[in-house]
């Protein structure tokens, strides 16, 4: 036991195996105290001997296994914490780049953890000077204030100018080197913070200045990670400042206009309401984030929004609000915002409309009694003495300029009539009946000029209209495309029913109509201004009576044409269930 107890105080580790002449249990309890393996009682055997020796070499490697593994076992914990540490420390940054700190405090942050997670001396974040192509320091930890002061790095021959130039990380770890004039460090890494949209546009940078230490490529990747993050944050500021700028600008147009604006997110709340909104609705601007349902009133600018949202597609209506005042109401999806109704007061137009219908109205009525009397006294010239060729032929000229007027004042006054609702009674009709008669009506005209029609009836949908009224358009439309077309041309017409709608086209393969002709084609007395079709008699009023009488039935009409081409007119109208205050844009209109 004096042996055991000497190598004890000398701290000398070696297996022990104690042999005695003595059984005594307490002698063996004490030596097992004291370290000793394992026990033999002379006398004993030689293979006894061995097999204690076995059976201590066996615990020795067992325990020099277990001190490995126990060993290896730390490290592995130690680096799991180091990783647990790291990707913490990321994780805060991530989340302070997503949150609404300032900029300047995510950066100071970031190089921190930077300094932190590297176990640099220093770090700092350089960005690139547009003006002056320097790197300016933007944020510092551990870098002298006097030092940091207008800390400029050059990109021409400098290592940051390098990583700048080539968008990739730089790690040096022997010697000095230099950052700028009399900045000198022994280790450092530089990693570059780049977006796809601006490229590499500044550095984050550590260095170990007062001891040397090597840094690990593992430390370039933690840098090079916060340099993203880094790089995230100031790509969102900068994102977020051209936002808020094209934000400010918008509100100040929407602010100054005079037309009503109102954006609805895709739930129908209201996102903006401006001043001239808020006037015309009679609602307050501070609506923002409401259901436009719980502030808006009115039932046709209602129905509009719940139409566009089950349609998503864009609608017009004519709104009448309180005051007096008309409105033409365009509502459209915005993809990514919802919608946006945009309001224009028609007010004055409307008026102004009336007042010249009602001008031309008795204008035209007052003409009608000396027209007649003009007419009678054309007829009697025949009758109180013979005319000669000539005076023939200047009277027939007379009597189709009579004609002519007498056409344009019943056009006229047929317009008056309709633009006032006069005869305009509505009732459940099948659209296709009318065609189908003003089809077969037009047949010996259409055969006279040789032309081909195409017209198959089918069964549609009830709606509501007035019968003379809709005959009237399809006559003028039929007119239209037997007028204006080429002998041995054709004309086609068809009827369908679509999303509500009954969509009527009447095309042909005339003449067509210019693209400087289309924006006014049925506008009041107004023609093309081709030869071709001076050539032909008109009075200039047939399209604008077809699209006052669609309008009156809630309905809208449009014309696609190309010169040479012939043309396409099509109107549509609500069927009878269908709200007659929504229709979707025309494609000239959208």
Not at 127 to 151: H, I, T
Not at 214 to 226: I, K, N, Q
Request: net charge negative; hydrophobic share 40%.
């Amino acid at each position: 036991l004096e042996v055991i107890r000497a190598l004890q105080e000398q701290n000398i580790q070696v297996p022990t195996i104690l042999m005695t002449a003595f059984g005594s249990e307490e002698l063996v309890v004490r030596a097992f105290r004291m370290g000793v393996r394992d026990y033999v009682i002379k006398p004993f055997e030689p293979g006894e001997m061995a097999q204690a020796v076995e059976r201590a070499l066996a615990e020795v490697r067992l325990r020099a296994e277990r001190d490995r593994l126990v060993a290896q076992l730390e490290e592995a914990n130690r680096r799991l914490q180091q990783q647990v540490q790291e990707l913490n420390v990321l994780y805060s940054i991530g989340r302070s780049v997503t949150s609404r700190l300032d900029l300047e405090t995510v950066l100071t942050r970031v190089v921190e953890a930077a300094v932190f997670l590297t176990r640099a001396g220093e770090g700092w974040l350089l960005l690139l000077d547009p003006e002056s192509d320097d790197l300016v320091l933007r944020a510092a930890k551990n870098v002298d204030k006097k030092r940091a002061q207008g800390m400029r790095v050059r990109i021409q021959d400098t290592l940051a100018g390098q990583v700048l130039q080539s968008g990739e990380p730089l790690l040096i770890s022997e010697g000095q080197t230099k950052v700028v004039t009399g900045y000198l460090v022994h280790s450092l890494i530089y990693a570059p913070l780049r977006t796809p949209e601006r490229g590499t546009f500044g550095l984050l940078g550590v260095a170990h200045r007062e001891k040397p230490r090597s840094f690990t490529t593992h430390e370039v990747r933690l840098l090079c990670a916060l340099a993203d993050y880094a790089a995230v944050a100031l790509e969102n500021a900068r994102l977020y400042e051209e936002t808020e700028t094209a934000r400010r600008k918008l509100e100040a147009v929407l602010r100054e206009t005079d037309e009503a604006v109102i954006i609805l997110d895709p739930q129908l709340r209201i996102l903006l309401c401006n001043p001239a909104a808020s006037a015309a609705l009679r609602i307050s601007t501070d609506v923002v984030g409401l259901p436009a349902a719980q502030v808006i009133s009115n039932r046709t600018l209602l129905d509009l929004f719940f139409n566009a949202a089950r349609r998503r597609q864009s609608l017009y209506a004519e709104v009448s609000l309180p005051g007096g005042r008309t409105y033409n109401a365009h509502l459209t999806p915005v993809e990514g915002v919802g919608y946006v109704l945009m309001m224009q007061d028609i007010t004055h137009l409307k008026e102004l409309d009336r007042v010249k219908s009602e001008f031309l109205a008795a204008v035209s009525h007052d003409l009608r009694t000396p027209l007649t009397t003009i007419r009678g006294y054309v007829d009697l010239l025949e009758r109180v003495g013979p005319l000669n060729d000539q005076q023939r032929e200047f009277v027939e000229k007379v009597r189709r300029s009579i004609a002519h007027i007498a056409a344009l004042i019943g056009d006229l006054l047929e317009l008056g009539r309709i633009e006032a609702d006069y005869d305009l009674e509505m009732e459940p009709l099948h659209l296709e009946a009318i065609i189908d008669a003003v089809v077969d009506s037009f047949r010996p005209l259409v055969e006279e000029k040789k032309l081909t029609l195409y017209w198959e009836p089918k069964p549609l949908p009830l709606i509501r209209g007035n019968p003379r009224r809709l005959r009237q358009v399809m006559e003028n439309l039929l007119s239209n495309a037997v007028k204006y077309n080429r002998e041995g041309g054709w004309i086609a017409v068809s009827a369908d029913q679509q999303d509500g709608y009954i969509i009527v086209r009447v095309a042909d393969s005339g003449i067509g109509i210019s693209s400087e002709d289309l924006p006014h084609i049925f506008e009041r007395f107004y023609r093309g201004q081709s030869q071709k079709v001076e050539e032909i008699e008109g009075t200039g009023l047939g399209l604008a009576i077809v699209k006052s009488v669609i309008e009156k039935h809630g309905g809208r009409i449009w014309v696609e044409s190309q010169p040479g081409k012939g043309s396409v007119f099509t109107f549509l109208l609500h069927m009878e269930n269908s709200p007659p205050a929504l229709r979707p844009l025309t494609p000239r209109e959208a």
